[in-house]
């Protein structure tokens, strides 16, 4: 059995209220959510892109602008954590992200090089999460 359900637009005119007032409430919902990340004391999420391949994961992330010095990185067992600041005039600007790891890494030899606002990282994947060929006796 299908049932009809009538769709009501948002912008339809109802009683006591302008057919612009949800216009004007997504409106004001979109800015006010895409001007806080500019709020001075707003933690802002750092783009990255990550792949994989058979023996390492590779993570970018977009820093443009940061420092070198002004980058933190810390891999606690697979969580993996990014942080840095930005001078923007006379305020700073923070950037954080962290994600967990599919599998575990070898932390030892884990390697970062920072070049034109861009973090790369590669994270060699622990020898026990490799895939093995297995011969057949």
């Given at each position: 059995?299908?049932?009809?359900i009538?769709y009501?637009?948002?912008?339809?005119?109802?009683?006591?209220?302008?057919?612009?007032?949800?216009?004007?409430?997504?409106?004001?919902?979109?800015?006010?959510?895409?001007?806080?990340?500019?709020?001075?004391?707003?933690?802002?999420?750092?783009?990255?892109?990550?792949?994989?391949?058979?023996?390492?994961?590779?993570?970018?992330?977009?820093?443009?602008?940061?420092?070198?010095?002004?980058?933190?990185?810390?891999?606690?067992?697979?969580?993996?954590?990014?942080?840095?600041?930005?001078?923007?005039?006379?305020?700073?600007?923070?950037?954080?992200?962290?994600?967990?790891?599919?599998?575990?890494?070898?932390?030892?030899?884990?390697?970062?090089?920072?070049?034109?606002?861009?973090?790369?990282?590669?994270?060699?994947?622990?020898?026990?999460?490799?895939?093995?060929?297995?011969?057949?006796?």
């Amino acid at each position: 059995m299908y049932r009809l359900i009538r769709y009501t637009s948002p912008l339809a005119t109802s009683a006591g209220r302008s057919s612009w007032s949800g216009f004007d409430r997504e409106f004001n919902s979109f800015f006010g959510s895409a001007l806080a990340d500019y709020a001075p004391d707003a933690t802002r999420s750092i783009p990255v892109s990550v792949h994989e391949d058979k023996d390492n994961l590779q993570v970018s992330a977009e820093l443009p602008g940061v420092e070198r010095a002004d980058i933190n990185i810390e891999l606690l067992d697979e969580q993996l954590s990014l942080s840095a600041t930005r001078k923007h005039g006379e305020q700073t600007l923070s950037f954080a992200r962290s994600f967990s790891l599919p599998y575990a890494v070898q932390a030892d030899k884990v390697t970062a090089t920072y070049e034109n606002g861009i973090l790369r990282l590669t994270l060699p994947k622990a020898e026990a999460v490799k895939a093995r060929k297995i011969a057949i006796n």
